[in-house]
Structure formats: C-alpha cells, structure tokens
C-alpha cells in the first residue's frame, strides 16, 4: 500500500510547540511511522519554506518527507497560502509522475492541505480521507475574537461533501461535522490520536525536578500553543485566586518568535494579578524532553476554549500526572472526570482554582488520579491507533466503497 500524507502548511519535521506546530505534527510523524513499520509507503508532502531544507527527507522506514515549491522559498502566514496551493498540486502531481509512483490513498491534514487532497481525488480518482485537525465553525463558536475565515469554512463544507472518509479525533468532532458541516455519519470514523508509551511514562518524581532545578514543592504546568484559544489568561486567573502561593510555580511551555507578542501581554497580565514572579515562560521545548516536565509537574492544566483532541493532557496521563481541563471538544475523551482528572464545564477561574487547591493539598489523590491516567493511557498507544487507520484504508479501497459518497 503507497499512501500520500498531505500537510501543506507545517511539516512533521519542525520544532514542536510554536505557532503552527503541535499535536497535528505530532500525529502525523508518530502515525506515519507506525504505518510504516507495517510496510506502508508514506509519503509526506509539504511545502518548502527554507531553501536549505533538502527535498527529500526520511522520516522512518518507508517514510519520508517530501517538499514541494510553492510560492516563494520562504515562510508564508497560513492564511496567506490558498492562491498558492495550485501549485502546490501541480507540483505534487510532476513528482509523483516523475517517481512513477501510484497512490492508493491520499490522507490529508488540515483544511489546506484537504483542498489538495479532494483535487487529487477528482483528478486521480484513489479515495481521500481527510482529517481537519480543528474546524473554523466550531473554532468561531468557542471563543469571541475568532476570525476564522468564510473561505476556510466553506472549503471544509466542500471536503465534508466530497471525500471518501473523515478522521474525527473525538466523538465531539464528528458531532460537529455531521451538525455544522452536514457530513454523512456513515463517511465519519472517530479514531484518536495517539501517544508514545515509550516516551511518555512515570518516572521519580524527585529525579524529574532535579533535573528541572525547580526547587518550589508545586509545580503547575501547560503545554501548547501561546495563543488566546488555550485560555493561558485563565490559567493566570485561577493561579490569582489560589489561597497558598507561597510554594508555587508555573511553568509554561510553548511558544516562538511569532508568540512574543502574546507572551509580553501575558507577563502584564501576570504582573496585574500580582502573581508575575510565580510564573515562568519557557518557550518550546524539545519534545524527547517534554517528559521531564510532565512528570515533575503535580498537575497540568489544559484551559482551552477548544481543543479538537487535547494532546497534552493524554501526554500528561501517559507519564502519570493528573489533569484539570475544560470541558471542550476532544477532552470529554481524552480526561476521565473525577477517575484521571477534572473537567471543567465553565471558563471561569474559581472552578478551576477550587480542583487546584484540592489536588495541590492531597498527594495521595494526586498519585490515585496519576496511575489512573496511566492506566488510561494506554487505550491510546500508536500500535492501537496505526490498526484503526489500516481498517479505514482497506475500507477505503474496498469497491463497495469507491462510488461517490
């Protein structure tokens, strides 16, 4: 089996946690790998933004990564690359003519790379399965201040109506797809993203701070994009409203050159609430590294006003650390109420101080909630995750299945 991945915007190979890059690269490299130990040929196409990038890249056995011109050799916003995804499928189309290689399946990420992924359907007529990885619909009705555009949100309604399948991270999101977008119930196949269990596991606690050189015995931590979606103005909040700081620290991961903007707001804000000198801004760290801190942590807290799956509080349970999380999206599936974590159904700073306090000031739960987690956890191992993707694709291919949707 030959499979086309298409990421247009952000390739699986950039440094994790800045602007664009997070749990959907994440998934789209642990995935592909795991495809291919199977004996999957993958191909990952993505747009080349650097001229020093080599064109071909491997990422694993019979995967690699592949970039295509597309415009200028340069970083473009995203929502400045849809004029320039024609070329992008002409130049996809002359490399796989060149290679002399056929694509059974074309697998896209995001609703740029679906605009590809339907015109290679069209054109070639091998099964789409598209995967949006967040929605613009719903992204607008989380959160005031959201401007996703009519032209994604329209493109996304076309690829509901024309792919073969659609991959929902969450029961949440097909939810969504079949409500907002009109799609087909019988084309949705809610599949989870998964987690490296070899990665992310317990380890001493003691060990993981000394590591760290964080001497505060609680530790508070987030993981994710800096970007007013993820609720980190919450997060701050909450923290405000903690009776006992006096043994606290925050520490919060994520970030690039683009999220200076937000992090310079957020340190005013800090600085507001009286609580600046708690709070520590680490930027992106190295994802092989990101362990350490989840399992340093006492608790991770995920915010958000949305969140289409919530990788980091299944990274978090992976490594035993409990979680607390809004009651959004993906995250109903992902923390279990009361068994790995809390949720949150309200996005104001007392409920979510008031789960804090609880756990900051009983270990004992916060170990009971901790193997939870764990346990949990491995309900998502890639091998689990890369079996469900290989039954679509044989679905897929299935000629029962191959007449319009």
């Known amino acids: 089996m030959r499979v086309a991945f298409i990421n247009v915007h952000s390739s699986p190979l950039a440094k994790i946690g800045g602007r664009d890059t997070g749990g959907m690269n994440i998934y789209i490299r642990d995935l592909s790998r795991e495809l291919g130990k199977r004996g999957v040929v993958i191909d990952i196409f993505t747009r080349c933004n650097g001229s020093s990038a080599p064109r071909i890249v491997s990422l694993g056995e019979n995967v690699r990564v592949i970039h295509l011109r597309s415009g200028e050799v340069a970083e473009v916003e995203k929502d400045r690359m849809f004029p320039l995804l024609p070329e992008f499928l002409s130049n996809l189309r002359r490399f796989a003519e060149d290679e002399g290689a056929s694509y059974g399946i074309f ?191 006492n608790v991770c807290v995920v915010p958000s006003y949305y969140e289409s799956f919530g990788m980091a509080a299944l990274e978090a349970q992976a490594c035993g650390t409990p979680v607390i999380a809004s009651r959004v999206g993906g995250l109903d599936d992902v923390v279990q109420d009361g068994e790995t974590g809390y949720l949150i159904p309200w996005h104001c700073p007392e409920p979510f101080a008031e789960r804090l306090e609880l756990l900051l000031s009983n270990e004992t739960l916060q170990r009971a909630l901790g193997k939870a987690g764990h346990a949990f956890a491995k309900n998502f191992a890639w091998e689990t995750i890369a079996d469900r993707i290989m039954a679509l694709y044989e679905k897929a291919l299935a000629p029962v299945n191959r007449g319009a949707p």
């Open 107 to 297: 697998h896209s990420h995001y609703w740029l790379s679906a605009w590809v992924g339907e015109a290679l359907r069209r054109v070639l007529g091998a099964p789409h399965i598209a995967m949006f990885h967040t929605l613009g619909e719903v992204k607008n009705q989380a959160r005031a201040g959201e401007n996703e555009t009519e032209l994604r949100i329209e493109t996304e309604r076309n690829v509901v109506a024309g792919a073969d399948y659609l991959v929902a991270a969450s029961a949440d999101e097909r939810n969504q797809l079949v409500r907002l977008y009109g799609a087909s119930p019988s084309r949705v196949e809610v599949i989870a993203c998964g987690v490296d269990l070899s990665r992310f596991h317990p380890m001493n606690k003691g060990e993981a701070r000394s590591r760290l050189g964080f001497p505060e015995r609680q530790i508070v931590l987030f993981v994710g994009r800096i970007e007013p979606l993820k609720g980190l103005d919450l997060l701050l909040e909450t923290v405000e409203k903690l009776e006992d700081k006096s043994d606290l620290r925050v520490l919060v991961i994520g970030g690039d050159s683009h999220s200076e903007v937000e992090i310079e707001r957020l340190h005013r804000t800090a600085a507001a609430l009286g609580i600046c000198e708690k709070v520590s801004f680490l930027g992106a760290v190295e994802h092989d590294r990101l362990p350490v801190y989840y399992n340093a942590a």
